[in-house]
């Protein structure tokens, strides 16, 4: 994040299989990552819900909009990538 390093680890939370994974991260940037992966039609629509609590103190009040975009573009770029890897398997 950010040029960052941030270390971390993660705990799954709920997991059913094609259906839901639930992954907290407690330490670090605590998150919360929520994959639900959906039925539609031929394929399956996968809805990526993330939580997280970004430590102000260490970047700052003026960082946090540039943080959260950032994370943004990653999110669009990361559910790209699972998408392109289903379509071409």
């Not at 094609?18 to 639900?36: A, H, L, M």
């Not at 996968?46 to 994370?71: C, H, M, T, W």
């Amino acid at each position: 994040m950010a040029g960052l390093n941030i270390k971390g680890h993660s705990e799954t939370l709920e997991y059913e299989a094609n259906k839901r994974i639930v992954v907290y991260n407690p330490k670090g940037i605590e998150s919360k990552f929520t994959w639900d992966y959906i039925p539609e039609g031929d394929g399956t629509k996968i809805n990526v819900e993330v939580e997280y609590n970004i430590p102000l103190p260490v970047l700052g009040k003026l960082a946090e909009s540039v943080i959260v975009k950032q994370n943004e573009k990653e999110a669009d770029t990361l559910l790209a990538n699972v998408k392109s890897k289903m379509e071409n398997q």
